[in-house]
């Protein structure tokens, strides 16, 4: 052990014996000139991708269902304007959405169907449909024809339950003096389809409390 140790202090085997575990390491600083050591930077993070931008075609759908549950018929009809007749009966359609208090529970986005079709699911709380006690949430499909930056066509869906037109029809034969005065332009870019709205929820809530009312119905998915 002795002669080991010996020859690891042997003049001229003192770098071997810092490696080779003999002896500590030198802490005198770095001869004059000699470059200092450095600790390489770590590699930063990627910076995340930036949000993809939305087809023109998407943004405009988008747009749209902001004016519509915005209630803002100048806007609406600014939209529409190349649309038609279907143009007008989104805008009536728009007017009963603001009398039946239609609350967005949840909104889809905007999707691409095919170019130039874009389709947007819309899940909402309303008053006729929570007249009739269902529990129900209705989701409301609009489907836009864009064509040039402008919207051409639009058809609108929903997955209403049965008792919902049980409901319109039971109104129309029982209770006509409701509304036979608001909802005489249904369908119309005119009338008064907020107060059609209101005097149909009436009805609702006279259906429901019938004997006629045999209870939901639920044929249907919920759209919620």
Not at 122 to 127: E, L
Not at 166 to 185: D, F, Q, S, Y
Not at 210 to 219: A, Q, V
Request: net charge negative; aromatic share 8%.
């Amino acid at each position: 052990m002795l002669a080991r140790n010996r020859a690891c202090w042997a003049p001229g085997l003192f770098a071997l014996a810092v490696l080779s575990g003999c002896a500590p390491a030198s802490k005198e600083a770095p001869e004059a000139g000699a470059a200092p050591m450095t600790t390489e930077a770590p590699t930063p993070a990627p910076a995340p991708e930036a949000a993809t931008e939305l087809a023109p075609e998407v943004a405009l759908a988008e747009t749209f269902i902001d004016a519509f549950y915005a209630f803002d018929r100048e806007a609406m009809a600014a939209l529409v304007k190349d649309a038609g007749d279907a143009g007008n009966r989104i805008l009536w359609y728009q007017g009963w959405a603001e009398g039946g208090n239609y609350a967005i529970v949840k909104r889809g986005a905007c999707e691409m169907l095919e170019p130039g079709v874009v389709e947007c699911p819309i899940t909402v709380d309303d008053d006729p449909v929570l007249a009739l006690k269902t529990g129900f949430k209705v989701t409301d499909t609009f489907t836009l024809t864009i064509a040039d930056g402008r919207i051409t066509d639009i058809k609108t869906r929903s997955n209403d339950q049965p008792i919902y037109y049980e409901a319109r029809k039971w109104v129309e034969a029982n209770h006509p003096e409701l509304i036979e005065g608001p909802c005489a332009e249904r369908g119309t870019a005119g009338g008064t389809p907020g107060d059609c709205a209101r005097a149909m929820t009436e009805g609702y809530r006279r259906f429901a409390a019938s004997p006629d009312y045999t209870g939901p119905n639920i044929t249907s998915e919920e759209g919620a």
